[in-house]
């Protein structure tokens, strides 16, 4: 038996990510204790990666800065919600 629960969303992005109007403006501001999905350096980036399949979840990632360049041109052409360290959408 697993005591592992699924993460909590940052942000409820549910619905949202088809409408540029409906947009958040702001996530969770990061926390030291946050440690980033793709390393071990603190993540700079809280990024929302919106799902291609009807009634699929998108996928929130927390990114350290050199990664969130590394994948910048491909996160833009999935349609991600990026989001600074302090919460506000870049």
Known sequence: MSHIQDPK????????????????????????A????????????TVIVPSKLPKAHSVDLLMCGHHYRQSRNVLTELG??????DGHLV
Do not use: H, K, Q, Y
Request: with cysteine; hydrophobic share 45%.
């Open 34 to 45: 946050d440690r980033s999905c793709c390393c071990s350096a603190p993540p700079a980036f």
């Open 9 to 32: 969303p940052l942000i409820d992005v549910s619905g949202v990510l088809d409408s540029v109007d409906t947009r958040p403006e702001t996530a969770t501001p990061l926390l030291l």
């Open 80 to 85: 991600a919600l990026v989001f600074a360290s």
